[in-house]
Nanobody
Framework: QLHLVESGGGLVQAGGSLRLSCAASGRTFSTYYMGWFRQAPGKEREFVAGINRNGGSTRYADSVKGRFTISRDNAKNTVYLRMNSLKPEDTAVYYC?????????????????WGQGIQVTVSS
């Protein structure tokens, strides 16, 4: 079992930056592939970014590529999402997720564990 808790969300102006953190419980964090997803009102949950177990491989949605950076610190059981050049369309509830079987990493169906989500609002 893995418990995930997001932090770092809030309100920011367009063009600004935020860093989200996701703290995981348990001593096996390094065995999980980690992902960030987001869900805007009235829309489906969508993949944002993913990172493999040792942090050596990442992937991003086209909409955030070049603006967002995912990273992890296995010693701290934490995964991060640095978000720069934020746009109003980035407004959503952001979720971190974890899976031991990184097959469908671009789909919410591919993850077993989820955080409760945190709101990010970008004003124009």
């Amino acid at each position: 079992q893995l418990h995930l808790v997001e932090s770092g969300g809030g309100l920011v102006q367009a063009g600004g930056s935020l860093r989200l953190s996701c703290a995981a419980s348990g001593r096996t964090f390094s065995t999980y592939y980690m992902g960030w997803f987001r869900q805007a009102p009235g829309k489906e949950r969508e993949f944002v970014a993913g990172i493999n177990r040792n942090g050596g491989s990442t992937r991003y949605a086209d909409s955030v590529k070049g603006r967002f950076t995912i990273s992890r610190d296995n010693a701290k059981n934490t995964v991060y999402l640095r978000m720069n050049s934020l746009k109003p369309e980035d407004t959503a509830v952001y979720y971190c997720a974890a899976t031991t079987r990184p097959i469908l990493v671009g789909s919410s169906l591919g993850y077993e564990y989820w955080g409760q989500g945190i709101q990010v609002t970008v004003s124009s």
